[in-house]
């Protein structure tokens, strides 16, 4: 079973401060989403990273994928209200029993209180 | 997100009945996938459908449920005599190709009486 491990599950913090969450897996993966899901909602992508050791910054949010492409983290500076939500990772797999599904983690509970 | 449709956004249902959950892929995507949330919880794949055919049913239940993907219309996820566990947020997402990142619909929320 391809597992993504999430950390933390939740998470409370105030405005301004800093955050980071995490997806571990022992599998290898081909590409890593993060995607943010408001209540109510669906999940809607941040970010893909596809190369071992890739940084990308989304504004305030930046993403990495592990050297080993096993996992990979979120870190937002200077958190601010709207973005609290659920933030989901799901990796995905290329090769010839590839159908493009996605694994996703647990997710993680963000709540930042003005 | 908002080109993949998916209706309806609510359905109740009582032990024993039929759900119906149906999604319209963003224009020019051809490939559908079906996910379910329970609470608190990460999405789980269900099925991947391509038009007319299922490609991947390895996350479907064995009974009860079904999915389609017909030439005209949308993807329909059929859940034969529901029971209080089916009750969970039920995603479709569609992409364009099979290497392209994978939009989602607002999901179709099952509640089971």
């Not at chain 1, 897996?25 to 109510?40: A, H, K, T």
């Not at chain 1, 071992?52 to 937002?76: M, P, W, Y």
């Amino acid at each position: 079973t391809q597992l993504l491990e999430q950390s933390p599950q939740f998470l409370s913090i105030q405005e301004g401060e800093n955050l980071t969450v995490y997806c571990n897996s022992s599998s290898v993966f081909s590409s890593l989403q993060w995607y943010r899901q408001e209540p109510g909602e669906g999940p809607v992508l941040l970010v893909t990273v596809v190369t071992g050791g890739e940084v990308k910054k989304l504004k305030r949010l930046t993403f990495q994928f592990g050297d080993a492409r096993k996992d990979s983290s979120l870190h937002i500076t200077a958190a601010q209200p709207g973005d609290t939500g659920l933030y989901l990772c799901a990796g995905g797999k290329d090769g010839s029993s590839n159908t493009g599904k996605l694994i996703f983690g647990q997710g993680t509970t963000l709540q930042v209180k003005p | 997100n908002a080109g993949v449709m998916q209706n309806p956004r609510h359905l109740v249902r009582r032990r024993g009945q039929e759900a119906r959950l149906r999604c319209s892929p963003m224009k020019g995507h051809s490939h559908v996938y079906w996910y379910r949330q329970l609470p608190e919880e990460g999405l789980k794949f269900m099925v991947y459908l391509q038009k007319e055919n299922i490609i991947d049913e390895s996350g479907m239940p064995k009974e009860r449920f079904s999915a389609e993907f017909p030439k005209e219309g949308p993807s329909i996820l059929r859940i034969q005599q529901v029971v209080r566990g089916d009750s969970a947020a039920y995603f479709c997402a569609s992409r364009q190709g099979l290497y392209n990142e994978q939009f989602f619909g607002p999901g179709t929320r099952l509640t089971v009486l």
